[in-house]
């Protein structure tokens, strides 16, 4: 009986290990990159934005940039031969334009890297982008540093964005401080001290909290510069009561690259109410230096209800998209309104009905009486038989002599109308008299 030589199982475990390892190490991989890309259209949806869809082109290009950073150890978008994420996207065969936002760090999650992109006023704006379409993640590590890195890109063929926008900055190299996180005190509360290149957002990052936590249990503002040594609370102490809530700011002074939807995301705020507050429309162009209301003061009016349109007129850079998502509709309810498909083609100009065609209200119709007819005042006309019996009794009384006969008339409509007993009650009396007269006669012996 053949034995198995030990160094041959050892051979074969090799084998499976060299076969199945890639396998095992691509699962999370493609996890952590669904996952992050997940994440960032969740806070589109938060906004009310489209999702980026979902490209390989764009995915593959991410990738490649990915493997270099975790290699490298490197955080920056320039790779050591020069290319750039625009360089990168058309050499993975991508036609279009493209932007990046990169983030790593010692076993850092999905989540992590979400917050540190969040806590960026550069890459936040990426990750908010209405110029963007579409967009490709991907994930490498080195065993302690997990890279994620996001190619957003909109295809040549789709209308240009508007000229002032038309390029988004990147982000030069970022440099990542390390930053040694401080253990909780014996009364539960962190603090940690800021040591040099630090920022306030690196810090929330590290502590997987939000920079809004960090601002408002310190009594910072987004201005607040930082200094090494100084102490920023992560924790408050078990019991121990936060400071007060600073009351909101009214107004917003816009930066450098800032448009609505980067303000109502940064404020909380529904884009509409930016609007309705400062008068603005879909096409208002901020500069640095303008002062955006983004809420009322306690007890302010708020402005006239403006007249809600009914149409949006199509410019450069809109989709179908963005059109639905800046009037708070879904696509398909906006393609229910115009009749269209999702592979319309939208010119600049075109209108757009955003909600439905009101129905006029027809005005009550008061009808005028019409006034009845009077019915026509019957004439009395007597009875044909009543004036030959006063005839015939005159002629009696004056002597024996026969009447003559009057023609009976016609009768009117109103004898027509006084029935058979009218008729007959004459003619009984007519020939009484008759017989009377031929009576008394006889008596005379004139008959």
């Known amino acids: 009986m053949n034995r198995v030589r030990p160094y041959a199982l050892v051979g074969l475990l090799l084998l499976f290990v060299a076969a199945y390892a890639p396998a095992l190490n691509a699962a999370p991989a ?51 031969d020069g290319s750039t994420p625009q360089m990168r996207a058309s050499a993975a065969g991508y036609n279009g334009f493209v932007t990046e936002i990169i983030v790593g760090g010692s076993n850092m999650t999905p989540q992590q890297g979400l917050i540190w992109w ?9 990750m908010v982008s209405n110029r963007y379409f579409e967009a490709g993640a991907a994930f490498a590590t080195n065993g302690s540093q997990n890279m994620y890195v996001m190619v957003i890109g909109r295809p040549s063929n789709s209308p240009a964005a508007p000229a002032a926008a038309a390029a988004d900055p990147l982000p030069g190299a970022i440099q ?16 940690h001290t800021v040591g040099p290149g630090q920022a306030l957002w690196q810090i929330a990052a590290h502590y997987e909290v939000e920079l809004s936590q960090i601002l408002l249990i310190n009594s910072l503002d987004e201005d607040h510069i930082i200094q090494p040594g100084d102490e920023i609370w992560i ?48 096409n208002v162009l901020l500069h640095p230096g303008d002062e955006v209301r983004v809420r009322l003061a306690p007890g302010e009016d708020p402005p006239p209800t403006p007249t809600p349109k009914l149409h949006h007129v199509v410019r450069e850079g809109d989709t ?6 800046l009037h708070s509709l879904t696509l398909d309810e906006l393609l229910a309104l115009n009749g269209l498909t999702t592979d319309a083609v939208l010119q600049v100009g075109d209108q757009l009905l955003i909600r439905e065609m009101p129905t006029p209200t027809p005005e009550p119709v008061t009808a005028t009486p019409t006034p009845e007819a009077e019915p026509p005042t019957p004439t009395e006309t007597a009875p044909a038989s009543k004036t030959v019996a006063a005839s015939s009794l005159l002629a009696l009384a004056e002597g024996p002599v026969l009447p003559t006969p009057t023609p009976e008339p016609s009768p009117t409509p109103a004898e027509e109308a006084g029935g058979a007993d009218s008729i007959f009650t004459g003619s009984v ?19």
């Open 30 to 80: 493609g996890q952590s990159a669904t996952e992050i890309f997940n994440l960032v259209n969740q806070l589109r949806a938060e906004h009310g934005l489209p999702p980026y869809q979902y490209n390989a082109t764009l995915a593959a290009a991410a990738q490649n940039h990915a493997n270099w950073m975790a290699a490298n150890v490197a955080y920056s978008h320039t790779q050591h």
């Open 118 to 126: 969040r806590n960026s006023a550069l890459h936040y704006s990426n």
């Open 176 to 191: 990542v401080i390390p930053i040694q996180l401080a253990q909780p005190r014996e009364d539960g509360s962190i603090v």
């Open 235 to 282: 924790r408050l102490a078990e019991g121990q009561p936060p400071p007060p809530t600073p009351t909101p700011p009214l107004s917003h002074t816009v930066r450098e690259g800032e448009n609505p939807w980067m303000i109502a995301a940064r404020y909380d705020v529904d884009l509409f109410t930016i609007f309705y507050l400062n008068g603005f429309d879909e």
């Open 320 to 325: 179908l998209w963005t059109v639905a998502a």
């Open 429 to 447: 009396i007519f020939a009484l008299l008759v017989l009377g007269g031929a009576a008394w006669l006889f008596s005379r012996g004139r008959i």
